[in-house]
């Protein structure tokens, strides 16, 4: 799921006139596109767009929830200055080697921190070790139904005027199915709706890719 609402014509429109991709990041693309859960990478104009509102808030830490073959970690590290840090929380050892070996081939393995247990873990840990309000930017792109989780422990985490970008908050559109049964659909539904009603947060939801929400702190 790429191109939510628009033809095939028109997503190659919009690629062949602003995809800035490096080499390493198509490449990492093309190799994932090989693997089994291959729909579980970020579009390239995601990544793209990510790595411009890294740059726009001049973030220096940042959290990632849900690495897989490490795209969006790599496009975030290779868009934040050189003492910029990504922690980078995932459980399966195998899609992150394949992250690990390109972060090494980018030279941005200093920046990124990756540790591999569950992520609410990593999260209380940061707040328990005094790191509330010390991030200026998190993604989370991990299992469905630990969304509000993620979001309480990121939104504490990070400080006021700090973002927190949600992926696949459409659901390649399932999100509509109202009396859809699959669980991962209806935590993403009540999540969205709680959000809607979330006045800690400024917010917009783009039909970016699977579904992009933003969500800056205020
Ligand atoms: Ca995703």
Request: net charge negative.
């Amino acid at each position: 799921m790429k191109d939510l609402g628009l033809s095939p014509e028109l997503y190659d429109y919009l690629l062949q006139n602003s995809l800035r991709e490096a080499d390493l990041l198509r490449q990492l693309r093309e190799e994932t596109a090989q693997h089994r859960a291959a729909v579980m990478q970020i579009a390239p104009e995601q990544g793209q767009f990510m790595a411009l509102l890294v740059q726009l808030l001049g973030a220096k830490r940042t959290l990632e929830i849900g690495v897989f073959t490490g795209y969006s970690s790599l496009v975030v590290a290779m868009a934040l200055p050189e003492d910029g840090q990504v922690i980078a929380c995932d459980v399966d050892k195998a899609s992150t080697a394949i992250a690990q070996q390109y972060w090494e081939a980018a030279g941005v393995t200093d920046k990124i921190d990756l540790r591999l247990a569950p992520a609410i873990d990593i999260l209380d840990q940061l707040i328990a070790d005094g790191q509330s309000g010390s991030f200026d930017f998190a993604f989370i792109d991990a299992d469905k139904r630990n969304y509000p989780r993620y979001f309480e422990q990121c939104l504490e985490l990070i400080r006021p005027g700090g973002l927190i970008a949600i992926d696949n908050v459409l659901w390649a559109g399932r999100v509509v199915e109202a009396d859809s049964e699959d669980k991962r659909t209806q935590a993403i539904r009540a999540f969205n709706q709680a959000l809607h009603q979330d006045e800690r947060v400024s917010l917009s939801l783009l039909p970016v890719a699977d579904g992009l929400t933003l969500a800056m702190k205020r």
